[in-house]
């Protein structure tokens, strides 16, 4: 059962535009998102959040927007630089525990070219 | 300040071998998990621990131990390695401020 979805395995883009990666959820519980950052042969680096009480959240390039009752949020990286070419993955903290596991999507392969 | 940090960064197996995967952290951290990633695939959480002394299974044990008898390590263990273990594992720690997870670079395990 998968709770976090990311329906596009992969995105590309051209350098200087806006890249959005989307990702939806099916747990209504679900109160707190984030979004990670993964280049190859390296581990996931934290790259934005946002809390449930929040619809929008932005730093520097990147804003995360959370639509509740739709259960989407989406990353925008606003303008998109070749660096940015990654895997990005969403993820939700498990609802109704204190040890902070997470439940991750898929994963979205990001390109920006040149 | 490390962080997190994983050893081997890369290993072979062949099938029925044994091997224990070191993840050491020095943010003093209670809170460590091990995840898997295969090709394609979202992180896979397969044990954690929320303090020294404390273990519990995640989403897919079966096949791996862990124990946590410091603070700082958290070293995963494969009894009878099988193909179906050829992944990549990562190590990771939050402190419990925050649900932000630090992850260590990874270990690329190959059964064959």
């Known amino acids: 059962d998968q709770q976090v979805k990311q329906n596009s395995p992969s995105l590309s883009v051209q350098e200087g535009r806006i890249s959005i990666l989307n990702c939806d959820y099916t747990?209504?519980?679900?109160?707190?998102f984030l979004w990670y950052k993964k280049y190859p042969a390296e581990g996931p680096t934290f790259l934005i959040s946002?809390?449930?009480?929040?619809d929008k959240n932005e730093d520097g390039r990147f804003t995360v927007f959370l639509n509740k009752s739709a259960k989407h949020l989406s990353l925008h990286i606003v303008p998109s630089q070749p660096g940015d070419s990654a895997v990005y993955f969403c993820?939700?903290?498990?609802?109704?525990?204190?040890?902070?596991?997470?439940?991750f999507g898929k994963g979205t392969l990001l390109t920006v070219n040149p | 300040n490390a962080g997190v940090t994983q050893t081997p960064k890369f290993r072979i197996l062949k099938i029925g071998q044994s091997m224990t995967l070191q993840c050491t952290q020095d943010?003093?951290?209670?809170?460590m998990y091990w995840y898997r990633q295969d090709p394609g695939m979202g992180l896979k959480l397969i044990y954690y621990?929320?303090?020294?002394?404390?273990?519990d299974k995640g989403e897919v044990p079966n096949g791996y131990n862990v124990s946590r008898s410091t603070t700082e390590d958290f070293p995963l263990r494969l009894e009878l390695a099988a193909p179906s273990q050829t992944s990549v594992y990562f190590c990771?720690?939050?402190?419990?401020?925050?649900?932000?997870?630090?992850f260590g670079p990874g270990t690329r395990l190959t059964v064959t």
């Open positions: 993820a939700a903290p498990r609802p109704g525990g204190s040890n902070y596991k997470l439940t």
């Open positions: 990771a720690t939050v402190g419990g401020h925050s649900y932000e997870q630090y």
């Open positions: 747990n209504s519980m679900f109160d707190y």
């Open positions: 946002i809390s449930s009480i929040k």
């Open positions: 621990s929320v303090g020294a002394g404390i273990t």
């Open positions: 943010m003093n951290h209670n809170y």
